[in-house]
T-cell receptor
């Protein structure tokens, strides 16, 4: 049973560029959440997708957007990259039952130069 | 704003010592509580969770946590730590009405043989 997978593992981008990160949820899960983990900090909730729609959103600007596909996989897009966007981006999947445990992927390390 | 506080940022112990990591949250109402662990080079893994019932919950690898509603606390304990417990530990909370997992800043545990 495959767990949550994310691609790519590492990414280096320049300020102002755009980036797309990808996530495949754990088998049987239908809900995907994205988190940003800056160095030395806990993960911060970006948004959550269910039934191909954004269901909840954290305190992140509109530069952060996402998408969920019919097979439940998801993408995180960040436009107009800033140096402060450098972080580990984590994807987590869960079942749509509200408040239940989330399974995390290994993350994508984004460096903005 | 809803928040989770982990008071111990860095804990250093010798093997066989006892461990207690503090976690307090600022929510009122019904919450689900989690402890996640991040071993060096690995992704976040669920250590234990509390949804309802017995406030003393047992997790993997000999860890346990006690939910004290009156103190808004969910402290993590282990009677005797091992070198392999060296990792970053994160407390997290979900308000039952949302799926937004709120993390603390984490506690880095170092165990020396």
């Amino acid at each position: 049973d495959a767990g949550v997978t994310q691609s790519p593992t590492h990414l280096i981008k320049t300020r102002g560029q755009q980036v797309t990160l990808r996530c495949s949820p754990k088998s049987g899960h239908d809900t995907v959440s994205w988190y940003q983990q800056a160095l030395g900090q806990g993960p911060q909730f970006i948004f959550q997708y269910y039934e191909e729609e954004e269901r909840q959103r954290g305190n992140f600007p509109d530069r952060f957007s996402g998408h969920q596909f019919p097979n439940y996989s998801s993408e995180l897009n960040v436009n107009a990259l800033l140096l402060g966007d450098s972080a580990l981006y984590l994807c987590a999947s869960s079942l749509d039952q509200g408040g239940y445990e989330q399974y995390f992927g290994p993350g994508t390390r984004l460096t903005v130069t | 704003a809803q928040s989770v506080s982990q008071h111990n940022h860095h804990v250093i112990l010798s093997e066989a010592a006892s461990l207690e990591l503090g976690c307090n949250y600022s929510y009122g109402g019904t919450v689900n509580l989690f402890w996640y662990v991040q071993y060096p080079g690995q992704h976040l893994q669920l250590l234990l969770k509390y949804f309802s019932g017995d406030p003393l919950v047992k997790g993997i690898k000999g860890f346990e946590a006690e939910f004290i509603k009156s103190k808004f606390s969910f402290n993590l304990r282990k009677p005797s730590v091992q070198w392999s417990d060296t990792a970053e530990y994160f407390c997290a909370v979900i308000h039952y009405n949302t799926d937004k997992l709120i993390f603390g800043t984490g506690t880095r545990l170092q165990v020396f043989p």
